[in-house]
């Protein structure tokens, strides 16, 4: 029965989506989306009580209301259901209440009365009651009356067929006793007996036997000398083979429905597709609104745009009445990132049963970063199901940099909770993981015991690295000493991170440690060896200066490092206004960017060192001359002729001893230029050189003029 229902159902939906796919249409207006969605208004009891009873609406929005009413599970829903059921003016909300029930994996006892009263009314009501019915399979109760039914001559053959088929739902001995007796009666009608045997079936998990009833018979012997433990053991060993079968047909069907379905609506046009989807998401279904919900959300994550009323159609399926649609539904919309659901999704959270969509709506608030969502997360972490619950810790996680900022009493608090789920061991493996790196962004400072405990005895290095990620990020100088240790770990993630949490919690009395984590024949790992590096570099600002020198010192054959240690020393002259000794580093600066081939910044740095020296009362004239030579090779390789003839005229005005001194170099830069064949260049510098006032000595513009010549030569 319920395997026929689904084909029904695919089928309808495949029938009409196809049609739809193959008629064409009219874009509809709807199809365009508004510049901002409508707010998504937040479902209550009052607002499902409203669409059950309301006197317009459609039956499939009236069985929905009241499949999510009974998921509240309050007194005021389950009042309003036992009405609906009651209200005889009004056969839709009695029809959408019983089908509810009928889907209910709980249903309240407190409803049995009134399905039982319905069984005066319609076929359709009937058939509606009787399938309430056998939801209650734990109930003596309901048994006994539904085998009073069917055995009543007196009653209605459409009700006795109905009940018959429910009793097929009790896997009790009695149940296939009194169904025996129905299949055997000689002047029962063909449609009880057909009802019997089918209920038969059901119970024994066959359906070889059909209408035999000889067949029948002989199961009866052999089954009906069982105790009642026997029975039911056996009567339900093979039940489950009959449902594991039709459930393996099920999940084909649904999947194969699925994947014609997304198909169906990635085919169709542009103006059609909204249709599609609609109908999808607004099925009576679940399967098929589950598969609404999941194109949707392939089509966002993909980067293809959803119109606006398929969009808030998956909004209003956060409350969904089926736990896979829920689920699915806001997968989609965390795949949007779609903020405005966030108080929906915190109501939904806090009646929400099932783990996974506890753990969907918990995923769903990690991007937002809302602090608004901290106390529910809480609640989901400490009620210990460990799927929703590392959900959660991930999701305050996210926040807590938010939190500890804007709200810190409750950060603390925050951080209390986690803290005792992590020591109390009671949790799986994988939710104190994600509980401990939640603690670590809170940077509460009563979390620093729990992160040195966790330095010492049996750790993996996943925790080891959480711990040292945690420490660094409070930054207490206390801890330096506990973390130095780790940088010699046989883990290169734990060396990493010892190496960050170094660099936030020492000084530079660490840079020994460092220095080693920087070398290839000591840190094996890149990665490392560069952040080590990082670290120290980030800690030379507070180094003596005697301390810098040593340290330019050691790196002399390296380059890049040794610049980098200069322009921290350069740094602290500076402050310390110690002109000449800035003026010596900056010279040592400019000459390693020369080593470098970064000729501009060479020439940034030389030229105030010059200006220094040329300045002095007593000039040196050595350092000097030197320091006009590095300067006007730093501006030609630079490729500034301009400011390099400017220069060097400059320099012979003040002295025509200058005229080596800068003449040199540029008769040098122009030969090195025509030897590489950079004709442009060296013929910009010959032209600049013939503007210098004073000019070159001609035995430098004699040796320009020769070059030019044989470019032009050269070029034709």
Partial sequence: MILSRWLHLAGTLLLTSSLATAQPAEPSPTTTAPATAP??????????????????????????????????????????????????????????????????????????????????????MVEAATDALRNYQGSPEVLSRLLREANSLQQREVVRVSVIHAAGAFFEKRSAESLMGLLTRPDEAPAIRAAASDALGMIAGRTDLGQDVAGWTAWWQQMQGLDEGQWRSRALASAAGRLARLQAQYQQLSAETGATLQESYRSAPDSQKVEIML?????????????????????????????????????????????????????????????????ALLEQLT????????????????????????????????????????????????????????????????????????????????????????????????????????????????????????????????????????????????????????????????????????????????????????????????????QLQFWADRFRDDPTRRLTVLEALRDRLIKDRDDEGLAIKRQEIGEEHMNLQ??????????????????????KQITIEKLAGQLIRALLRSKQYSEAAQFAAQAIAKSTTNQEVVGAPIRAEAERLRDAGQFPDAMDLISESRKMSPALDSRYLDTLTQIEAEIRRKQG
Avoid: H
């Fill in 598 to 619: 970064q000729f501009s910044d060479a020439a940034l740095s030389f030229r105030p060192a010059l200006d220094y020296w040329s300045g002095q009362n007593k000039p």
């Fill in 351 to 546: 009646r929400e049963t099932q783990p996974p969509v506890q753990a969907a709506i918990a995923s769903a608030l990690e991007p937002m970063r809302d602090v608004r969502a901290v106390p529910g997360l809480l609640k989901l972490l400490e009620r210990g199901e460990p799927t929703s619950a590392e959900a959660a810790a991930d999701a305050l996680k996210a926040v807590a940099e938010k939190l500890r900022k804007d709200e810190p009493s409750l950060a603390r608090q925050v951080a209390g909770v986690l803290e005792r789920i992590y020591v109390s061991g009671t949790a799986t493996d994988s939710v104190r993981d994600a509980v401990l790196q939640a603690m670590v962004p809170l940077r509460d400072p009563d979390l620093l015991d729990i992160f040195l405990k966790l330095l010492t005895g049996e750790q993996t290095d996943a925790t080891r690295r959480t711990a040292l990620r945690g420490l660094g990020g409070l930054g207490d100088r206390n801890t330096a000493d506990s973390i130095v240790s780790w940088l010699d770990a046989p883990d290169d993630g734990v060396r990493l991170e010892a190496v960050e949490a170094l660099g936030k919690t020492g000084g530079f009395e660490y840079s020994e440690v460092l220095y080693r984590r920087i070398n290839p024949a000591i840190e094996t790992n890149a990665q490392v060896r560069q952040r080590a590096w990082a670290v120290l570099t980030s800690l030379l600002p507070s180094a003596p200066v005697d």
């Fill in 279 to 343: 109908r999808m998401l607004r099925s009576g279904q679940p399967t098929i609104r589950a598969t609404g919900a999941l194109t949707m959300a392939q089509e966002q994550s993909e980067g293809r745009s959803v119109a606006q009323p398929a969009r808030d159609a998956l909004r209003e399926m956060i409350g969904d009445s089926d736990a896979r649609v829920r689920y699915e539904a806001i997968r989609a919309l965390a795949t949007s990132n779609d903020s405005g659901v966030l108080d």
């Fill in 39 to 124: 707010v998504l208004r937040i479902e209550t009891q009052e607002s499902l009580l409203a669409t059950l009873n309301g006197e317009r609406g459609n039956q499939k929005d009236r069985d929905e209301a009241a499949r999510r009413l009974l998921l509240w599970r309050t007194p005021q829903a389950i009042a309003g259901i036992r009405d609906a059921l009651v209200n005889v003016g009004n056969a839709q909300a009695q029809l959408a209440a019983v089908r509810a029930i009928s889907t209910d994996p709980d249903p309240d006892t407190t409803l049995i009365d009134p399905l039982f009263a319905l069984l005066g009314q319609s076929r359709q």
